[in-house]
């Protein structure tokens, strides 16, 4: 807790059963609790905290040669796509990091930045410091469509099952585009600051999302009802009525905000550069429900996962928080390299590093 002195604890391994697990003792005031060959629960009675530190199930090294910025796994979780430092974008077999698809996907000229799959798990959203998003068939890497943006894009967003997707940019906007005819629809906010983040929901009933100025174009798919949150560099978090064009609610933060995701129509989570995560609840964002602080590292992506949620650091953690567990779940092994994503399927979560390693870990095991 903010103010309080920070406690400090040594692990010692004493051995190994004969079933291979290890012996392990902990130093005065935590005590070790299950210990399994992938996982270790440590316990503060003193502070009343526990952890359980999971070890990935396996790692995949030949991936990319450099940083991995962002990664994804499709709908069914057969594959994965990431993108690197590197300068390339590469789809993969989930399940042992086999490059799946050659020749690679290539096409932008600097740094991509993100990628995601659409639902059907067949294509795939990339956008890139070239100022251009790009749409890639996942079976043969051929690019379907290019979009061309003003600036740099950090973060996309897909409406429903594709037919329109969102861009956020250096420049201080969000987009919304037509897959169909390659084209913009609309500028959905300007920001006059970096968008960081973005994210798109489905918005409580109760929520006034605002009046469209113009009738929507008829291209536009799926935007009745969506709610659009935006990560902004000058510490607010934005909510954009997405077919409105109007802004439902502006939050300030204590730094940078970097991402934001939605647990619920009315449950939302945004992380800042100096390490907050802020839960809000969309009808009434004058107050937090709850702020979590883990340490003073960026929150670098945050992801809805059963009845919680997953988080990354720049400091190399990764943490799951669940409302049915008594303790954090930390997955380990990322060290002080930055985590950059995170993305699962089912039991497994996958995420991805500076040190250029993507690491699959399997909640199954717990």
Wanted: charged share 20%.
């Amino acid at each position: 807790p903010a103010g309080k002195p920070t406690l400090y604890g040594s692990l010692t391994r004493r051995g190994l059963s004969t079933e291979g697990v290890p012996d392990i003792a902990a130093s005065e005031g935590f005590v070790v609790g299950t210990v399994t060959k992938k996982s270790i629960l440590i316990s503060c009675p003193h502070e009343n905290v526990s952890t359980k530190f999971l070890a990935p199930y396996t790692t995949f090294c030949r991936i990319h040669q450099k940083s991995i910025t962002c990664l994804d796994i499709s709908s069914g979780g057969g594959l994965g796509v990431s993108t690197s430092t590197d300068g390339t974008m590469k789809i993969w077999q989930a399940a042992n990091g086999e490059i799946r698809v050659r020749p690679l996907l290539e096409g932008h000229v600097y740094d991509v930045n993100c990628c995601r799959f659409f639902p059907s798990g067949l294509v795939v959203l990339s956008g890139g410091m070239d100022a251009q998003l790009k749409i890639w068939s996942a079976e043969d890497a051929s690019c379907v469509h290019g979009l061309c943006f003003d600036a740099g894009i950090l973060d996309t967003a897909i409406v429903d099952r594709g037919r329109n997707v969102l861009s956020c940019s250096r420049d201080g906007t969000a987009r919304l585009w037509d897959c169909g005819k390659s084209a913009c629809l609309g500028v959905i906010a300007d920001c006059g600051s970096p968008v960081n983040g973005i994210a798109v929901g489905t918005a409580d009933n109760s929520l006034n999302l605002g009046t469209p100025e113009k009738a929507p174009s008829e291209r536009e798919i799926g935007t009745e009802g969506k709610i659009l949150l935006l990560a902004r560099e000058d510490k607010k978090l934005q909510g954009v009525g997405l077919q409105s064009r109007q802004p439902v609610f502006l939050f300030v933060g204590s730094d940078a905000f970097n991402c934001c995701t939605f647990l619920s129509s009315t449950y939302i989570l945004a992380g800042t550069q100096d390490g907050n995560i802020y839960q809000l609840d969309v009808r009434n964002t004058n107050a937090p429900i709850q702020v979590i602080h883990r340490s003073g590292a960026p929150v670098l992506s945050l992801l809805p996962y059963r009845d919680g949620f997953i988080a990354s650091q720049g400091d190399g953690t990764c943490f799951i928080i669940q409302q049915d567990l008594d303790y954090v779940l930390d997955l380990t092994e990322a060290d002080c390299d930055p985590v950059y994503k995170v993305a699962s399927w089912e039991k497994q979560i996958y995420t991805c590093c500076r040190d250029g390693i993507v690491r699959r870990y399997q909640l199954s095991e717990l």
